[in-house]
């Protein structure tokens, strides 16, 4: 299973981006989706989680409030909506298909990964 980000870009404190990620079949479409975003030098944190059916959703809470993630019909497509980015939201996102159904923030529960694609946010 491959995964596809993209939509990162460099903008300007206060802009918006909107990150997709796409699956290379359904396999996601019974399975919660996932955000994640990795900085130079540090972890790859939690950002945003959905699950299979797109009904309920969970946040970080240095995003809440300001990002959105929804998934399509078919299930296979994640989106990532980034309102009011900040500088501190530079980082790689990266988009992962979970083992289970439901939304989970832990790293553990996601089985595949995407490469990543790169948001600057400049101050």
């Known amino acids: 299973v491959q995964l596809q980000a993209s939509g990162g870009g460099l903008v300007q404190a206060g802009d918006s981006l909107r990150l997709s990620c796409t699956t290379s079949?359904?396999?996601?479409?019974?399975?919660?989706m996932g955000w994640f975003r990795q900085a130079p030098g540090k972890e790859r944190d939690f950002v945003a989680a959905?699950?299979?059916?797109?009904?309920?959703?969970i946040y970080a809470d240095s995003v809440k409030g300001r990002f959105t993630i929804s998934r399509d019909n078919v299930g296979s497509t994640v989106y990532l909506q980034m309102d009011s980015l900040k500088p501190e939201d530079t980082a790689v996102y990266l988009c992962?298909?979970?083992?289970?159904?439901?939304?989970?923030?832990?790293?553990?529960?996601?089985?595949?990964w995407g490469q990543g694609t790169q948001v600057t946010v400049s101050s």
């Open positions: 992962a298909v979970s083992l289970r159904s439901r939304a989970s923030a832990a790293r553990s529960e996601y089985r595949y």
């Open positions: 959905i699950d299979w059916r797109g009904g309920s959703a």
């Open positions: 079949k359904r396999t996601g479409s019974n399975n919660a």
